[in-house]
């Protein structure tokens, strides 16, 4: 990986991700915020149902889409976190980078949350 995308993965949050759509098999493209906690990457979102998640429980290959600092189309996985004690530390850590006041439990039971790997 070059210097150029190491630095996008530390300091960009905007990026574009690719899944393959469920029912359709057809590619979706979506912009989300990604957070890079200690190297390790991971994607949220506000509680409630995302079609971009249930995309990526049914075909967890994506691409990562780099657009602002650095511009890549990076091959990834998504693991979904679902241990709560896990999903917890997580999204309080997500939060507290954010600032701002959100109820971490409501989060914690109602967001989706992978951690991103690259192939």
Known sequence: MNEAIRKALERD???????????T?????????????????????TPGRRDWYANLLANPQFTFHL???AQADLP????PIVDRDT????I??????LG?????????????LV????L
């Open 13 to 23: 949050r905007t990026i574009d991700i690719t899944t393959r759509g469920r029912k």
């Open 25 to 45: 098999g057809r590619n979706r493209r979506k912009e989300i915020w990604f957070h890079n906690l200690d190297g390790e990457l991971y994607i949220t979102g």
């Open 67 to 69: 657009k602002h600092s």
């Open 76 to 79: 990834a996985r998504a693991t």
């Open 87 to 90: 999903r917890r530390d997580v």
């Open 92 to 97: 309080a850590r997500i939060h507290r980078r």
């Open 100 to 112: 701002g006041n959100r109820d971490l439990d409501t989060w914690v039971d109602g967001s989706p």
């Open 115 to 118: 951690r991103v790997e690259f």
